[in-house]
């Protein structure tokens, strides 16, 4: 089976703190997303990684940075956290390759910035 | 651009029932990919189904069934003799050819009532 894990499940944090939230996956997956989820609006993608030291913005990245040294880790950074980043957070990984595969999820981190 | 609509906010049924969720897409791509996951209260996503535009079949998977119809641009589920186990929040996706990128819908609650 997939596994990704997230290093935390729940986070509280004050206004202008860095945030580290990090992901790791077990099945050598090249690709790696970070989603952040609200009520009503779904998910959205904030930065997406195909290979190590890669990476693409998605929909929302403002406010946001990502990092991947090693294909299984990729880490999400809020260099300032503000209160409009209170959110559940989701990492995501999948293969890649000439289609579109199923990403598998972590368990979410539920961060609070206070 | 890509959009999904998923139009249910929240749905309640009573054990048993049969229930329905929509989702509407919209895409330019010839080549795509539909999605749906399911997201129980514990919260992590868990994929259920991969679809791409060339195979309209319809599938069935024990009390689930999907109906792709690509003349209303519509991938809508189906679960039959609903079970409170199936309470939860259910996403459609879309993808394109090479999908490194999920687009969401809002979500649709479904709650199951004993």
Same mark, same amino acid.
């Given at each position: 089976d997939v596994k990704v894990t997230q290093s935390s499940r729940y986070l509280v944090k004050r206004t202008g703190e860095k945030v580290f939230l990090e992901c790791v996956q077990d099945?050598?997956?090249e690709n790696m997303f970070w989603y952040r989820q609200d009520p009503g609006l779904g998910l959205r993608l904030i930065y997406f990684s195909y290979d190590v030291k890669m990476k693409e913005k998605g929909d929302i990245p403002e406010g946001y940075s990502v990092s991947r040294e090693k294909k299984e880790r990729f880490s999400l950074i809020l260099e300032s956290a503000s209160t409009n980043q209170t959110s559940m957070y989701l990492c995501a990984s999948s293969l890649t390759g000439g289609t579109s595969y199923e990403q598998y999820f972590g368990p979410g981190t539920r961060l609070t910035v206070t | 651009a890509q959009k999904v609509t998923q139009a249910q906010t929240e749905i309640s049924v009573v054990e048993k029932e049969d229930v329905t969720l929509d989702c509407v897409y919209e895409t330019r791509d010839t080549t795509y990919y539909l999605f749906w996951y399911k997201q129980p209260p514990s919260g992590e996503l868990v994929f259920l189904i991969r679809r791409n535009s060339f195979d309209e079949q319809n599938e069935i998977s024990g009390r689930y069934s999907w109906n792709f119809q690509k003349s209303t641009s519509s991938f809508n589920f189906t679960i039959t003799? +609903?079970?409170?186990?199936? +309470?939860a929040v259910y996403f459609c996706a879309l993808s394109g050819e090479y999908g490194n990128k999920l687009v969401f819908g809002a979500g649709t609650i479904l709650r199951v009532k004993s």
């Open positions: 099945m050598d997956h | 003799a +609903s079970q409170v186990v199936d +309470s």
